[in-house]
């Protein structure tokens, strides 16, 4: 079960653009948040994963190592679907007990801002675990296809528990609350298909986000795929 603390991640989101375009006083916030950040040492992402073989036959509803999980758009239209990649990523409490007391000092625009970088430093989490992710596939001589979370329209809320389970979500003291909030709440789980053959997959779990048009992530993502 590969697993990784102390995510040197800072700097990525301190690089990158933010994923929308911000007012000239908004762009301020979010440098004075990077400050506070740095400073104060709140970002402490980590990552945990593991690649767990399906039990067979494989159909709509997956079963592997005790789990069930129903995530028909994991099934290709090639290829053999073997196994899934269960990920969990979290950026850790500080941070959002840091905004937690700003808000309570009235530093709203503080606390947004720096709620804002939370989100950011998740994205970059989540882009590091599946990168790791993908090279070991690429060692096991497989390949990898199509992303989820719970809650996507091809998996249910009611997914992650187990997929916390299967990622090892404890190693990175990442749990689940009320049933389907993840805590820190700055966390996030994934699920991928893992198989022999698998082919690019023709949807994306942003394909219905109302954001989508003016997300400066999936026009990165795009221009990419182009190239």
């Known amino acids: 079960m590969p697993s990784k603390r102390d995510l040197d991640l800072l700097h990525v989101v301190a690089k990158a653009p933010p994923p929308v375009r911000l007012s000239s006083v908004r762009d301020r ?22 690649i767990v073989e399906l039990d067979t036959p494989v159909t709509e509803t997956l079963r592997l190592t005790g789990e069930i999980l129903h995530a028909p758009w994991l099934l290709p239209a090639s290829g053999q679907l073997t196994a899934l990649a269960c990920a969990v990523c979290t950026v850790g409490p500080r941070l959002e007990a840091r905004v937690s007391e700003l808000f309570g000092q ?10 804002g970088l939370g989100n950011e430093l998740l994205f970059a989490a989540s882009r590091q675990v599946q990168d790791r992710v993908l090279a070991d596939v690429r060692r ?6 199509g992303e989820l979370r719970p809650g996507d329209p091809g998996l249910g809320l009611d997914a992650h528990a187990a997929v916390l389970r299967l990622a090892q979500a404890d ?18 789980s ?22 989508r048009a003016k997300c400066r992530i999936v026009e990165r993502a795009e221009a990419e795929t182009a190239l």
């Open 29 to 50: 916030m979010r440098g004075e948040a990077l400050d506070l950040m740095r400073v104060e040492k709140l970002a402490d992402a980590a990552y945990s994963y593991r």
């Open 106 to 115: 009235k530093r709203a625009s503080l606390a947004l801002a720096l709620d």
């Open 140 to 145: 096991r001589k497989l390949t990898m296809c």
């Open 171 to 188: 190693a990175i003291a990442v749990s689940l609350r009320g049933g389907h909030t993840l805590m820190p709440l700055k966390s996030a």
């Open 190 to 211: 994934i699920v991928m298909g893992v198989g022999i053959d698998l082919p690019a997959a023709s949807w994306s779990r942003c394909d219905h986000c109302p954001s």
